[in-house]
């Protein structure tokens, strides 16, 4: 029985869509553990020993179980350019958005990846975007003024424009990391592009936190919750969920996994109310299943109908067929 569901091109191996899924879940509390590892560590401190250790991590599981591959010479420059957008851009627009937003407004707006997503393949990969992927960025968008607009932090401090802007670049760096992943998935594993991208992305790092974190690094005081919140980010965010993120992408696409973002905004405010305490007002509630509305209708599947002649013993009528689905 599986053997047939998996030649048929509408269903995957269920490991996958398991995998993609648990990958959200790191994702989604990796907010979480980041707002707890800003009280000790600064933002570029904190990015490179996550970045450190997990590349440390994937080399050695990699070597270790044979998985890790030698990039060809040509696909260096594809390497860097992933890298320049994931985790450098990427993680400068994450980490330093959720010193100045919740992490659950945060997961919010990084959730709209996949509504965004349709716009840059229709000009780069000539992906055609249908009506309900329109809807469905309308919406989000919607949804998202909602909660920014409703929602103060804890500290009493409100979101910013700031904040936004630094999460907007966020989003717009996972997306066309999105497309170079794409391009790489098709030669190699999701070990090899995850360990080279974490270990390229320390270099790019590198001056930032000389310069900036270096001098303050004899003042910090170690927290054990931050240190234990580094580590969880390291091994479940940055190692496990991107390798099982780039699995996915390799397997079933850019669009069909990024549809999965739509769990983030919920397992972020879950895991925000169980450990940081932050209370969801009415229009945060509203604002949340606005966007994740939004999220789905953008990757609804329509179906065209045609009208058709039915002939039957000389009487004709006129019947309505359905194709295949417009996607």
């Known amino acids: 029985m599986f053997s047939t569901i998996r030649q048929h091109k509408l269903f995957q191996p269920i490991t996958t869509?398991?995998?993609?899924?648990?990958?959200?879940?790191?994702?989604?509390?990796?907010?979480?553990?980041?707002?707890?590892?800003?009280?000790?560590?600064?933002?570029?401190?904190?990015?490179e020993l996550r970045l450190s250790i997990s590349a440390v991590l994937l080399f050695a599981f990699g070597y270790?179980?044979?998985?890790?591959?030698?990039?060809?010479?040509e696909d260096i420059k594809w390497f860097l350019l992933m890298a320049l957008f994931e985790p450098f851009l990427y993680f400068i627009g994450e980490t330093y958005g959720l010193t100045r937003v919740s992490p659950t407004t945060a997961s919010v707006v990084i959730s709209t990846i996949p509504l965004f997503a349709p716009v840059v393949a229709y000009f780069l990969l000539k992906e055609r975007v249908t009506w309900?992927?329109?809807?469905?960025?309308?919406?989000?968008v919607g949804g998202v003024i909602a909660i920014v607009t409703g929602h103060q932090s804890q500290s009493g401090a409100e979101t910013d424009s700031i904040g936004l802007l630094l999460l907007a670049l966020a989003v717009v760096s996972a997306i066309f990391y999105s497309v170079v992943l794409k391009r790489l998935s098709a030669h190699y594993n999701g070990i090899t592009i995850v360990g080279y991208q974490n270990l390229i992305g320390i270099f790019f790092?590198?001056?930032?936190?000389?310069?900036?974190?270096?001098?303050?690094?004899?003042?910090?005081?170690?927290r054990a919750d931050s240190v234990e919140s580094v580590l969880m980010l390291a091994v479940f965010a940055s190692f496990i969920a991107f390798v099982l993120?780039?699995?996915?992408?390799?397997?079933?696409?850019?669009t069909r996994s990024n549809v999965f973002c739509n769990l983030m905004p919920a397992i972020t405010a879950v895991f925000a109310a169980l450990i940081l305490h932050?209370?969801?007002?009415?229009?945060?509630?509203?604002?949340?299943?606005?966007?994740?509305?939004?999220?789905?209708?953008?990757?609804?599947?329509l179906r065209k109908r045609t009208r058709t002649?039915?002939?039957?013993?000389?009487?004709?009528?006129?019947?309505v067929i359905e194709n295949k689905k417009i996607e």
């Open 309 to 319: 002649a039915v002939c039957k013993s000389g009487n004709c009528q006129t019947a």
């Open 245 to 254: 993120f780039a699995e996915a992408v390799r397997r079933i696409g850019v």
């Open 278 to 301: 932050e209370v969801l007002a009415f229009q945060q509630m509203v604002g949340i299943a606005i966007v994740i509305g939004g999220l789905f209708v953008s990757q609804m599947q």
């Open 132 to 140: 309900a992927n329109i809807a469905g960025i309308v919406l989000s």
């Open 17 to 47: 869509y398991a995998a993609i899924i648990i990958a959200m879940i790191f994702f989604g509390i990796s907010y979480v553990w980041t707002n707890i590892a800003m009280r000790t560590f600064p933002v570029l401190t904190l990015l």
């Open 205 to 222: 790092f590198m001056p930032f936190f000389i310069h900036f974190d270096g001098p303050k690094l004899s003042h910090l005081v170690l």
């Open 64 to 73: 270790l179980s044979r998985y890790m591959q030698t990039p060809r010479r």
